[in-house]
Antibody, heavy 120, light 107 residues
């Protein structure tokens, strides 16, 4: 069973930076594609970033493109999200999500989330 | 980007009822459509993938259907633990997009 644990969420001022981490256990992370999905307070789910199992490809939502960077270290079973130029609208619970290799990919497993608050 | 639209946005029902939630895509997603359940205060959980395949461990009272642009999630014999929010999501292209969610409440 895949287990995901996020960390790194914090209160940060607008324009600041933050780095989120996610540790994967239960299966070798190298077999998983990984995503970050966020949820603003009281709102729906928003996918924001993807990284292929080997790290060779990444995709981003327009809302974070150029400000956020997803990366992974398969040797450490860890996923990261470097967040810069943070804005109030980035305030959300950030979920680390895994996808097994499949024809129709899906968000198979979710962490419990780490909270990012952007405010002065 | 592919827009996903769910209906209704909220729904009241009673234990034992049958409910159906619909999800429409702004363009065809074939069967690249997944459904998630989110209980308040918890992380989302995968219910159905590829439009109609039940994730392991999900009760058989949940079922999904559809293809192309029109999809449904049906819950038969509603149980107290089913009162939650439900989201559809397409995985045919990036950016991955979710419907706005349907909140299922107890009548």
């Amino acid at each position: 069973e895949v287990h995901l644990v996020e960390s790194g969420g914090d209160l940060v001022e607008p324009g600041g930076s933050l780095r989120l981490s996610c540790v994967v256990s239960g299966v070798p992370m190298r077999n998983l594609a990984m995503h970050w999905v966020r949820q603003s307070p009281g709102k729906g789910l928003e996918w924001i970033a993807y990284i292929r199992s080997g790290g060779s490809a990444t995709y981003y939502a327009d809302a974070v493109k150029g400000r956020f960077t997803i990366s992974r270290d398969n040797a450490k079973n860890s996923l990261y999200l470097q967040m810069t130029s943070l804005r109030g609208e980035d305030t959300a619970l950030y979920y680390c999500v895994s996808s097994v290799l499949a024809v129709v990919t899906r968000f198979d497993h979710w962490g419990q989330g780490t909270l990012v608050s952007v405010s002065s | 980007d592919i827009q996903m639209t769910q209906a209704p946005s909220s729904l009241s029902a009673s234990v034992g009822d049958r409910v159906t939630i619909t999800c429409r895509a702004s363009q065809s997603v074939s069967n690249y459509l997944n459904w998630y359940q989110q209980i308040p205060g918890k992380a989302p959980k995968l219910l159905i993938y590829s439009a109609s395949n039940l994730q392991t461990g999900v009760p058989s009272r949940f079922s999904g259907g559809g293809s192309g642009t029109h999809f449904t999630l049906t819950i038969n014999d509603l149980q107290p633990e089913d009162f939650a929010s439900y989201y559809c999501q397409q995985s045919i292209s990036f950016p991955r997009t979710f419907g706005q969610g349907t909140k299922l409440e107890i009548k």
